[in-house]
C-alpha cells in the first residue's frame, strides 16, 4: 500500500522511519564535504534517494554530510518529502506549514551537485478544512462508502477523488507552488493514484484479508460527480452494474481519472514554471493498472520511480528485472527503478541495484536514506565506482 506501512510489516520501528540525527540512515557515515569532489564529471547512471520526512527538522550540518556521502557514492537527485497530507515542509500560502526544510536543504544540496525534486502526495488529503468544507471531494468505493469518513485500510487512506475538476485544481495548486520555487529541479508525485484495490500479497496477513478478487469495499471512483460523468458518456451507472470489475469501459473511466490529472493539470503546472515532473508508481504498469487504477504508462512524464518492493512481493531480485523491462518498454520517459534498502544487507543491495540495471533502468532509487548505514552506502559506493558513476 505505501511506504510507511511497509516498513512496519518489515519490522522497521517507527522511530527509525522518522527519527533523525546521526545514528539514522539519512545522516550515517563519517564523510566530509570535500569527498564529493571525487565524483566524476559526467556519470553514466542517474540515481535517486527519497528521504522521508524528518521527526524533528535537521541541522545545517547533519544535511552537509548526508549530501556529501550520497553525492560521493554515486548519487544524483535526492528527493526530500515536502508535503505529507497534513504539512507542508515549505513556504505554501495553500497548506498548513510546518518549519521550511525545503528551503534549508537546497542551498546545501545545490552545493553538493545534488538535484532537488520536492515530493509532494497528491491524493490523500488529511486537511480538517477540506474534509469538513468539501466532503464531496473524497474518493467513494462500490459500496458507497467515502474515503473521508471511512477510508481503506489505514486512518490516513483519505484520498481524493482525481477525476473532479475542482480536486484537480487543488492538486495542481500544491504543484505550481513548489514548481515556482526558483532553485528546485522538479516536483515529484507520490500517491497519485486511486487507493489499492489489491494490496501486495505480503501484506494480506498484516491486515488480514485475501484479495483473489477486488472486492467491493476496495473498489474506488464511484464518487456522486464519476457516476454522472460515466452515465453521460455510457448510458449506465456503474455502482448499479452486476459486476463493475469487469467492465471494460468502467476499468478505463477510472484509469483515465488518475492519467487526465496527470496530464492535463499537473504536467502543463510543472512545465509551465520550466520544472521536471516524476512520480513514484506501482510495479508493471500492467500490474499497477489492476492493483491500484494506476496507467502510467500513459503519462507524459520526466521520469517515473517505480516501487518495485521485491520483498512485499514475496519475489527475489529476478523479479526487479522483469518488472524493470515491462516499465523502461512502456513508459514515456526513463525508469528509475525504486528499490527497498531497509530490511536487506549492503550485499542484496547491490544485486537489486544489479538486477534493476539488467532491466534496462538508466539508474535506481533507494527507499530510503534512513535505510542506508555505513556499510551499505560503502558497497553502493563500490558498485558506482566500477560502472564509472564516481572516481
Known amino acids: 500500500m ?3 506501512s511497509f516498513l512496519k510489516t518489515a519490522g522497521i520501528t517507527a522511530a ?10 539519512l545522516f550515517a557515515g563519517s564523510t566530509k564535504p570535500g569527498d564529493a569532489a571525487k565524483v566524476a564529471g559526467k556519470a553514466k547512471l542517474k540515481n535517486w534517494v527519497w528521504m522521508a520526512t524528518p521527526r524533528s527538522e535537521p541541522s545545517a550540518d547533519e544535511l552537509k554530510r548526508a549530501f556529501a556521502q550520497m553525492r560521493a557514492a554515486g548519487i544524483s537527485a535526492i528527493v526530500p518529502e515536502v508535503y505529507n497530507g497534513r504539512k507542508a515542509l515549505y513556504p505554501s500560502k495553500h497548506l498548513p506549514v510546518d ?7 537546497l542551498p546545501l544540496a545545490k552545493a553538493e551537485g545534488l538535484e532537488v525534486h520536492a515530493w509532494m502526495l497528491a491524493m490523500p488529503c488529511m486537511l480538517k478544512e477540506i474534509m469538513t468544507q468539501h466532503p464531496d471531494w473524497y474518493n467513494v468505493n462500490a459500496k458507497g462508502e467515502s474515503a473521508v469518513d471511512k477510508p481503506a485500510y489505514v486512518d490516513y487512506y483519505r484520498f481524493l477523488d482525481p477525476g473532479r475538476p ?6 495542481q495548486g500544491t504543484v505550481q507552488e513548489l514548481a515556482s520555487v526558483p532553485e528546485l529541479d522538479g516536483v515529484h508525485l507520490d500517491y497519485i493514484r486511486h487507493p489499492d484495490a489489491i494490496l501486495p500479497k505480503g501484506l494480506w496477513k498484516k491486515y488480514n484479508i485475501v484479495q483473489d478478487r477486488v472486492y467491493p469495499q476496495y473498489d474506488y471512483g ?3 460527480y464519476e457516476r454522472n460523468e460515466f452515465k453521460k458518456k455510457y448510458g449506465e451507472d456503474p455502482i448499479k452494474l452486476k459486476d463493475p470489475t469487469s467492465n471494460k469501459q468502467w476499468f478505463q473511466f477510472q484509469l483515465d481519472m488518475v492519467t487526465g490529472l496527470v496530464n492535463d493539470y499537473l504536467v502543463p503546472a510543472a512545465h509551465g514554471k520550466g520544472k521536471k515532473l516524476t512520480a513514484a508508481v ?23 520511480l517505480p516501487m518495485l518492493y521485491n520483498g512485499f512481493y514475496e519475489a527475489g531480485p529476478e523479479w526487479v528485472t522483469e518488472q524493470t523491462k515491462e516499465g523502461v518498454s512502456t513508459a514515456k520517459g526513463p525508469v ?45 559506493g563500490e558498485l558506482m565506482k566500477s560502472k564509472g558513476v564516481v572516481a
Open 336 to 380: 528509475y527503478s525504486g528499490l527497498f534498502v531497509h530490511d536487506v544487507d549492503a550485499a542484496m543491495v547491490n544485486k537489486l541495484v544489479e538486477a534493476a540495471l539488467a532491466g534496462g533502468a538508466p539508474g535506481v532509487t533507494l527507499f530510503s536514506s534512513r535505510g542506508m548505514d555505513e556499510a551499505k552506502w560503502k558497497a553502493f
Open 222 to 224: 464511484y464518487t456522486e
Open 99 to 105: 518549519y521550511d526544510l525545503l528551503g534549508k536543504l
Open 282 to 304: 506501482f510495479p508493471g504498469p500492467s500490474m499497477a493498472r489492476e492493483m491500484v487504477r494506476q496507467d502510467w504508462g500513459k503519462w507524459n512524464l520526466d521520469g517515473f
Open 16 to 25: 527509525a522511519l522518522a527519527g533523525s540525527g546521526l545514528n539514522t540512515g
Open 166 to 171: 475542482e480536486v484537480r485544481q487543488w492538486v
Open 2 to 4: 505505501d511506504r510507511r
